[in-house]
């Protein structure tokens, strides 16, 4: 019957006006409405930019239509223009106020592993010392109401029993935070682990990876990045709050239709949570907008710009409203320098900015061998195990040296200050001269007391540790942020090479080097100013951040004056960076997870995309379906059979002439969807893919129309179209696939796990590393 039927499609229906409107005519009409779930795709499936692009067009052109109907449309119109800064104004308040609670805890759990506040158990070190008022200025960090544990338990302050039991408990706290967090992460939310700016790239760049920006994600995120940063693991908070942002905006994405159906707008949001995410970070709302611009976004126009700026800005205000460090900042790391710098004083910061391209290269390629390693071996199936050994390991590494017992951003934030004559750090201890009558804020150089070599020798320890520690922390199954630990790497070298140079032209003005700027008894040197410079250069070796970083640098320190050091360390980092390899840190996590991710670089290979196009030779012919020769139980058997993504559409076989592409989620869902809500709709019914079905006997089961979810204009290139505009329009148009065509006869389709594998092989790297579809 089923033959008869496609026969008789050939013919000319004699059917009456009457039978058309009574038959097949009323099932057409209701198949033209819209089927519920069409266009939305599947988990890890990439989204069509150009369809979301133009069904973003035809739902503004509908509002925009019918705002001139009624006051009441006009009104929705302008609630639909206004819906998102609406949602920015959301992200900035949460993502402000989850950063602002974060630092909090985080501060009071870190100083938890030593003591505890007798007047008020919730209160850190410096808030319990802040209220008392037996607080003495020599000894400001000891008050009577701040007890540490063996004080506490036992009443002795001093001796080794002291020290052993302080220890001991320092590392069980430790142990019993990073257990934790691992556990709720393994359990609750698996998503909540790592960065999250590797995959948050490829989100961006138009991946599905459902879950990963969900509800669960954020609460747990929120709660682990407490426990691993308190723990006292070589991680910092900064990139886990980028995640934890875009979380906040796909949450209130789903509040408005206007996002939540279009993943395209979608992730317009997410660019501008981003740039929130860095603006609480750091403090530095500028700052994230250009990160968000540089380095994770994939498409930005310029209406994001804005939003992302006042996104950011909301987020800075929120977070500057809860005053987290007590210090009316922003950021904790806030410096005010006082002396200026000098051309000689480039040749160490550009040495600076080698060490961190150096440092950048290998944390990269030592970090990347162990996370493979895990990723190949059973160490991998031990997270929990794997997590408590490196806390293990760097809590009693880390307790005997003060530098790197302190939490890191204490540590990044000591580093980075001036020596004033109010300051009581090591760091700090340089004899004075008894006739010096100068302003407290111009202490001329000093040569160096005991404290300071004591120290010196300290950081290097501390160096060495950060550096080891770090390769083997970042890519565990807990939050962990990597800013923070490259900063202090940075920020360790710069001040140790700071103290050097100080000390040289203290001792040796009359050197040719020092002679026109350096005269005796001036302030000369500023060490701290070494360690900002050393912090940006290293995070800039490994992230390959450039006017991003720089901007970020000196809206978290302040140091406005200090943009060309800070220019020409990031700027050579990134240079001897790149002579080892092109990848930052972010781009090799997700090569080494095998996201569908299209980076910048040129292709500059000279093949066609007939070398790339599927079918190859030898292999089966193109699944295809016709316009109108084919049944419902054909094209159920070919979506069973097949793992396509969707099926080109053709007049015939014979000809293989294009019409259109249809995708394979779309065409399950019509399917479904005509079969419980249409009478007559059976596996022999035919599948129309044209404007007008023809009309069939009566004995015939109903024909199926699916015109509506037919793509008539599919991206197409010919056979003999080089690779390297191939790529440029994927990566440009952001595409699924495109058909390769030959005067309008179908030969083949490239989509985008192929043009990542042919890239791949093209640089002598696993094809099949690509996972994804």
Partial sequence: MTAACLLSCEGISNATPTEEMNGAGNLMDFLDEPFPDVGTYEDFHTIDWLREKSRDT?????????????????????????????????????SGTLAGVIDLAVDWMTDLKEGVCLSAFWYSHEQCCWTSNETTFDDRDKCPQWQKWAELMTGNTEGAGAYVLNYFLYVIWALSFSFLAVSLVRVFAPYACGSGIPEIKTILSGFIIRGYLGKWTLLIKTVTLVLAVSSGLSLGKEGPLVHVACCCGNLFCSLFSKYSKNEG???????AAAAAGVSVAFGAPIGGVLFSLEEVSYYFPLKTLWRSFFAALVAAFTLRSINPFGNNRLVLFYVEYHTPWYMAELVPFILLGVFGGLWGTLFIRANIAWCGRRKTTRLGKFPVLEVLAVTGITAVLA???????????????????????????????????????????????????????????????ALIFKIVITIFTFGMKIPSGLFIPSMAVGAIAGRIVGIAVEQMAYHHHDWIIFKNWCRPGA????????????????????TRMTVSLVVIMFELTG??????????????????????????????????????????????????????????????????????????????TLIKDTDYNGFPVVVSRDSERLIGFVQRRDLTLAIKNARQKQDGVVSNSIVYFTEDAPQLPPSCPQPLKLRRILNLSPFTVTDHTPMETVVDIFRKLGLRQCLVTRSGRLLGIITKKDVLRHMAQMTNQDPESIMFN
């Fill in 399 to 461: 307790y005997p040296n003060p530098y790197t017992r302190r939490s890191t951003s204490q540590l990044i934030s000591e580093l980075f200050n001036d020596c004033g004559a109010l300051e009581s750090s090591q760091l700090c201890d340089y004899y004075n001269s008894p006739n010096m009558t100068r302003p407290v804020d111009d202490i001329p150089d000093r040569p160096a007391g005991p404290g300071v070599y004591a120290a010196l020798w300290q950081l290097a320890l």
């Fill in 265 to 271: 707008k979608r992730r317009e949001v997410l660019s």
């Fill in 523 to 542: 302030d000369c040197v500023t060490p701290g100013l070494y360690a900002m410079v050393g912090a940006a250069a290293c995070l800039g070796g490994v």
């Fill in 559 to 636: 140091g406005l004056e200090y943009i060309v050091p800070l220019m020409a360390a990031a700027v050579t980092s990134k240079w001897v960076a790149d002579a080892f390899g092109k990848e930052g840190i972010y781009e090799a996590h997700i090569r080494l997870n095998g996201y569908p991710y299209l980076d910048q670089d040129e292709f500059t290979h000279r093949t066609l995309a007939t070398d790339v196009m599927r079918p190859r030779r030898n292999d089966p012919p193109l699944a295809v379906l016709t316009q109108d020769s084919t049944t419902v139980e054909d094209v159920e």
């Fill in 58 to 94: 035809d739902r503004h052109r509908k509002i925009t239509n019918k705002s001139k109907e009624s006051i009441w449309e006009f009104i929705k119109s302008l609630l639909d223009a206004w819906s998102g800064w609406v949602v920015m104004l959301l992200i900035g308040l949460l």
